[in-house]
């Protein structure tokens, strides 16, 4: 069974605040996918981020981070100088390969609030 | 180079009924999968499309169906409505199985 959980239902902070949302996951696979996925109010789920199991490399991308502890079994995604478009519902997923397929697990999203 | 897209947009329907949704697949993908996400919740998954054979089905029931064509087009159709299969529902396509999935805008189903 594989299991995402994201604590944090909802997050506010002011423009230019650095944020964290955190993802901790649960699996008895070796091998699986992470992922971010970020929905604005239009519904769409836009794709931020995959992670295999295998590296653990911190990854940075403009203002977004990722830091993926395996000892821990977390992911966690960091916004840099956050800004009022940042406003979202961010999901984490977990999948493992069943069938040849690696079908996505989500965590129940947490809403993050940016102020002006 | 289109995206996923997915129509309609919105719809409502009254328990009993029963409804199909169509999703195209971004350009250059084969594989189709459903999700079915419900107010304050994540995507749940419910069923991947390939080579027009279901290849992978979440925890739903017969109720849900669904269809591949040649194109890589899909739909998913919901038999005997419930007020409970009210939600958004996401299609998402990608090349293969093992490739970031692209959602489309989702369909917002509402069940009177």
């Known amino acids: 069974a594989q299991k995402v959980t994201q604590a944090q239902t909802e997050i506010s902070v002011v423009e230019k605040e650095d944020v964290t949302l955190d993802c901790v996951y649960e699996?008895?696979?070796?091998?699986?996918?992470l992922f971010w996925y970020k929905q604005p109010p239009s519904g769409e789920l836009v794709f931020l981020i995959r992670?295999?199991?295998?590296?653990?490399q911190n990854e940075i991308s403009g203002r977004y981070s990722w830091n993926f502890q395996k000892s821990t079994s977390s992911f966690n995604f960091t916004i840099t100088a956050s800004q009022v478009v940042d406003s979202a519902v961010y999901f984490c997923?977990?999948?493992?390969?069943?069938?040849?397929?690696?079908?996505?697990?989500f965590g129940r999203g947490t809403s993050l609030i940016v102020h002006p | 180079d289109a995206g996923v897209t997915q129509s309609p947009t919105h719809l409502i329907k009254t328990r009993g009924q029963q409804v199909t949704l169509r999703c195209s697949p971004k350009?250059?993908?084969?594989?189709v999968s459903w999700y079915q996400q419900a107010l304050g919740q994540g995507p749940q998954f419910i069923f991947q499309?390939?080579?027009?054979?279901?290849?992978q089905r979440g925890n739903f029931p017969d109720r849900f169906s669904g269809h591949q064509f040649p194109n890589y087009s899909s739909e998913l159709n919901v038999n005997a409505l419930l007020l409970g299969d009210s939600a958004l529902y996401l299609c998402?396509?990608?090349?293969?199985?093992?490739?970031?999935?692209?959602f489309g805008d989702g369909t917002r189903l509402s069940i009177l």
């Open positions: 499309y390939y080579e027009e054979e279901e290849r």
């Open positions: 350009s250059g993908h084969d594989t």
């Open positions: 699996t008895r696979d070796t091998t699986y996918y």
């Open positions: 998402a396509s990608s090349l293969g199985g093992t490739q970031p999935q692209h």
């Open positions: 997923a977990l999948s493992e390969s069943s069938g040849g397929s690696y079908i996505p697990t």
């Open positions: 992670r295999n199991s295998f590296d653990e």
